[in-house]
């Protein structure tokens, strides 16, 4: 079975590739990559100008919700969900119920994502038994399972002492610690960022040093012990400013920042929906110049990855005061949009860096195939219209919730098709019967 | 049984000068007023406050409709201040309050409220615990719906009561100086008072330990000081805020005591203030606390006068948001 992708800007900052090529994908694998490629045999899929052909979007944190919380997400939803947000591959948390910290757990989601057959699934493991900051989950059989990192996302990994073993642990396993950055005292009972918003809401305050001295107290460990500490869902100006001195000092540090917070500040919870339950989430929205400091981080090269913290609840749990209200939003669909509108297109990344961003980097990071288009490598590949004019409407988004606070948002750029394995597993609506 | 014809609020029509009219069907916060508008109210509590000092306080004005008290908080005054005011416009009342109602057995705010709705009340008043519960419910609601108090949020009718008891002593609100002492952080008298006052052209001053100011206070308008000397210096108005004990277990104060000594209203420091100063407290009081009892019971004390202002202010509020002629009133 061959597909032929014709007449592409393929755009593949692993190999230093940047041009209008074809590409020529023979029983699921990229067989060459070359101009005017014959299309004798092949399903030719007519690349349309000003689309890039890029390797597979690689998100490094989702929350698939199974097993246990199916009424918010299964893998076969989310995944559904990732390809129609052109993602390839999906790095699903380990906060399920039960939590992920144990290989059956991990069997079995990687069973489930066997049974979609869209997205590849890179489960997630628990640091500790539990989440619970106590004892230390088997590590070398999670791995083992498939686990490619290891979190007690949600919260932070409780104690410094646990922290530092499971660096040492993990470093001998060769994988990284993700960690969810917040002081648990000073974040107390806060469901805002500190500042006036949150005054004026009367909502209790999380400030951002509960995460940038979490960020410190890591980045010092990762020093410590040599292992490789990665910051999920960054959001603080200070954060930044810690993980840029650790990377400095030559310590083995990477973070993440989600779409929302290189959006979106505080100031819309007073409007246009005052208390909208759908900008809840952990951490927080947080002010301009923090927002502006992810943009910087994200431009300088200071920020690895862009990651979608994808938390799906249902509608119910959101409809609540919003103190209730459960953190998080879906973000598989929306992030390619809003990399587009709010980085690319405002010259803040170049296409290059934007690759690198949700593609390249993930996969070295995390040590993933893909990020890349080699010959003889499977072919997960995405194809972007960055000049799409996509209305986001959350009604129609495939994940089986639609909590996002981008209801009604037009943004330029979007995803065209996603191919995973040489197989086109979306094509976008808009382009439907228009392309093949 | 009468067949129901109650006529919804938000069909009354609206064809009104802004000066005779609220805008919103709704009464969530001070932050959605005018000066127009909270003139209106105040002046609108004179008509009412007469009425309560009249042998039969009641007058017919909200006579057939239905108005439910919704208190998720435990509240005495603010509740029974609205139930008299209610009872005196002859609207038909009932109150729920928390340890009887549907919430504790699981219900959502919504769902609790929606099942009220479908028996055809034509107001909600609610007091809830949680900041933005009333504009939750603004959003799925059809009755009108008047905030008692949201979490840390606002506290309107309180800040129209205190506003129109300062009017009653100075005469005006704009270019006095008025102290709001406490806990600053977790008060929605606070916010609803800081946001009327400067509305109104008053310089607010807000005065507490450093723990408990709310970041960016100095955006409501307040002029915050920790400085308790500096807050009542010259001041017409002193107002203080409830102190409440469970503040220790978040280490805001290091007790109660210590918070007397360093922020209580004593008798000396209210000399400091202006010789005509009034002393106002949103109750309920900790004697001892945030107030020496020498000031609570003094001859600058408005204490209790809130307290009665209250109704006549709540009375002022369900009259103007259910639209009624002015005629209604004098019958």
């Known amino acids: ?436 | 049984m009468t067949t129901k014809t109650i006529e919804r609020v938000d069909q009354i029509p609206t064809e009104r000068t802004p000066a005779t009219r609220l805008r919103s069907r709704h009464l969530l916060g001070i932050a959605g007023l005018d000066a127009d508008e909270i003139t209106l109210i105040l002046d609108t509590t004179v008509a009412m406050k007469e009425i309560g000092g009249r042998a039969i306080k009641k007058v017919p004005t909200l006579r057939g409709r239905t108005v439910v008290n919704l208190f998720f908080e435990p509240s005495t005054r603010t509740r029974t201040s609205f139930e008299i005011a209610e009872k005196r416009l002859s609207a038909d009342t009932l109150s729920i309050a928390t340890a009887t109602s549907s919430v504790t057995k699981g219900e959502t705010l919504i769902d609790t409220v929606q099942n009220i709705e479908a028996m055809s009340p034509d107001m909600i008043v609610m007091r809830h615990a949680s900041s933005g519960a009333p504009e939750l419910l603004a959003r799925v609601c059809q009755s009108t719906i008047i905030n008692a108090g949201d979490g840390m949020h606002e506290h309107p009718t309180q800040a129209l009561l205190d506003a129109f008891t300062i009017r009653e002593h100075k005469g005006r609100l704009a270019g006095l100086k008025v102290a709001i002492v406490g806990d600053l952080m977790h008060s929605r008298v606070l916010r609803s008072n800081v946001l009327l006052l400067k509305t109104m052209g008053a310089d607010v001053w807000a005065c507490g330990p450093a723990t408990l100011m709310p970041k960016g206070i100095e955006r409501f308008g307040a002029r915050p000081t920790t400085s308790i000397d500096e807050a009542v210096e010259g001041a017409d108005v002193v107002m203080l805020l409830r102190i409440q004990h469970e503040r220790m277990h978040g280490h805001f104060i290091p007790s109660v005591r210590e918070y007397f000594t360093l922020f209580g209203m004593t008798e000396e420091r209210v000399r400091r203030a202006k010789s005509d100063v009034i002393v106002m407290h949103p109750g309920p009081m900790n004697r001892g606390v945030e107030i020496d009892s020498e000031v609570a019971d003094g001859p600058y004390s408005v204490i209790l006068e809130q307290v009665s202002n209250g109704v006549a202010v709540r009375m002022a509020v369900l009259y103007l948001l259910a639209g009624r002629e002015e005629e209604s009133l004098s019958a």
């Not at chain 1, 097993?67 to 399920?96: D, I, L, Y």
């Not at chain 1, 530092?164 to 396993?173: H, Q, S, V």
């Open chain 1, 1 to 436: 079975m061959k597909l032929l992708l014709k007449n592409g800007r393929v755009v593949d900052p692993a190999n230093g590739r940047d041009g209008e090529f074809d590409v020529l994908v023979e029983d699921g694998i990229v067989a060459r990559i070359d101009k005017n490629l014959p299309a004798e045999g092949a399903e030719v899929f007519e690349v349309q100008p000003g689309w890039l052909v890029v390797p597979g979007l690689i998100d490094a944190h989702v929350h698939l919700r199974e097993p246990g919380q199916e009424h918010k997400e299964t893998v076969a939803t989310g995944v559904r969900s990732a390809v129609a947000g052109g993602f390839t591959a999906v790095a699903c948390m380990p906060n399920t119920d039960p939590v992920n910290d144990h290989a059956g757990i991990t069997q079995f989601i990687l069973k489930k994502a066997a049974e979609a057959k869209l997205s590849r699934v890179y489960p997630i493991g628990a640091v500790s038994l539990g989440s619970k900051g106590d004892q230390l989950a088997e590590l070398g059989e999670q791995k083992a399972a498939g686990c490619i990192a290891f979190t007690d996302d949600g919260r932070p990994v409780a104690t410094a002492l646990l922290m530092r073993r499971a660096l040492e642990y993990a470093g001998m396993l060769g994988v990284p610690i993700i960690d969810h950055c917040e002081d648990p005292s000073l974040k107390g009972d806060g469901v805002a960022h500190e500042g006036y918003h949150a005054s004026a809401l009367g909502l209790r305050g999380i400030p951002g040093m509960a995460e940038s001295l979490m960020v410190e107290r890591d980045v010092s460990l990762a020093e410590l012990t040599n292992g490789h500490v990665h910051i999920a869902h960054m959001s603080a100006r200070q954060s930044l400013r810690a993980v840029r001195a650790g990377k400095e000092r030559g310590v083995q540090v990477t973070c993440e920042v989600a779409p929302h917070h290189f959006t979106l500040t505080d100031e819309a919870l007073e409007a246009p929906i005052k208390y909208d339950t759908n900008l809840k989430m952990n951490p927080p929205l947080r002010e301009a110049a923090d927002r502006d400091a992810m943009i910087d981080g994200i431009a300088d090269g200071s920020v690895d990855l862009i990651a979608t913290d994808h938390a799906p609840h249902h509608a119910d749990e959101k409809v609540l005061e919003f103190d209730r209200a459960p953190f998080g939003i879906v973000g598989l669909e929306t992030a390619v949009p809003l990399v587009c509108d709010k980085l690319l297109h405002t010259g803040k990344i170049t296409v290059k860096r934007m690759i690198e961003l949700l593609t390249v980097n993930p996969a070295r990071i995390f040590k993933l195939q893909g990020g890349s288009l080699s010959v003889g490598a499977p072919a997960d590949i995405t194809i972007l219209a960055p000049d799409l004019q996509t209305t986001v409407k959350t009604a129609a988004l495939l994940s089986k919730s639609k909590n996002s606070p981008f209801d009604g948002w037009e943004l330029r750029g979007g995803v065209a098709a996603t191919i995973i394995d040489g197989r086109v597993v979306y094509t976008n609506p808009v382009f439907a019967g228009q392309s093949r």
